[in-house]
């Protein structure tokens, strides 16, 4: 019995000796296995917010939307994102670098007699050495303004198409074409043509 014990202890010696002879090493535990990259973006943009995003001023002339302000971030963050809506459809986006700055966006073909919400988003950015863009959903912020428009020039009555030669600096020409046919009776429709024809004598002069 003791011989036997003494084999199995030396036999087990042996197959550790062997295993360090033949360059095998001891297991080390793992180390921790990196950060995902959404947490490693959460961490990240912990630390930075938009803390400006403001309207100076904003009209509409002649179809054309516009709309200017200010943006500033904080922490770590050198850029932004943003974003502009007129009637809550995306019409444009920009990335603007630095600490602060300021925005504008414009656009045409906005109807006339209508108020057009317009809204600008921020979303903090941070850029490294590398160039690589981090964009944080977190921190941002978002400016509104419901009733951007303006209202739609009046034709005047039809009435007034042939009670004087020009309305609101427009021609006679204009008022003319303006008017229904039907809302004029011959004399008045005459005197209104009549008017039309010396009107553009008159400026070819």
């Not at 550790?16 to 990240?44: I, N």
């Not at 403001?54 to 709309?67: P, R």
């Not at 042939?162 to 046919?181: E, F, K, Q, V, W």
């Amino acid at each position: 019995m003791r011989q036997y014990r003494m084999k199995t202890w030396v036999g087990s010696l042996l197959v550790g000796l062997l295993g360090v002879a033949c360059g095998g090493a001891p297991e080390t535990p793992p180390g921790p296995s990196p950060l995902p990259v959404a947490t490693r973006e959460s961490k990240l943009c912990a630390e930075l917010s938009v803390t400006t995003l403001s309207l100076t001023g904003s009209s509409t002339h002649q179809g054309e939307l516009a709309g200017s302000g200010s943006w500033a971030v904080s922490g770590p963050a050198n850029a932004v994102r943003l974003e502009y809506y007129v009637d809550d459809v995306l019409y444009a986006v920009e990335e603007q670098s630095g600490k602060s700055g300021t925005w504008y966006f414009s656009r045409t073909g906005a109807s006339c007699g209508v108020l057009h919400p317009l809204q600008v988003k921020a979303w903090p950015m941070l850029i490294d050495d590398d160039g690589v863009r981090t964009t944080c959903t977190s921190g941002a912020k978002t400016m509104s303004k419901p009733d951007v428009g303006e209202e739609c020039a009046e034709n005047p009555p039809c009435e007034s198409c042939h009670a004087s030669g020009a309305i609101r600096g427009r021609s006679t020409r204009a008022l003319a074409d303006h008017c229904p046919r039907g809302a004029l009776d011959e004399q008045n429709m005459m005197k209104l043509l009549e008017r039309a024809k010396s009107g553009e004598g008159s400026a070819r002069k």
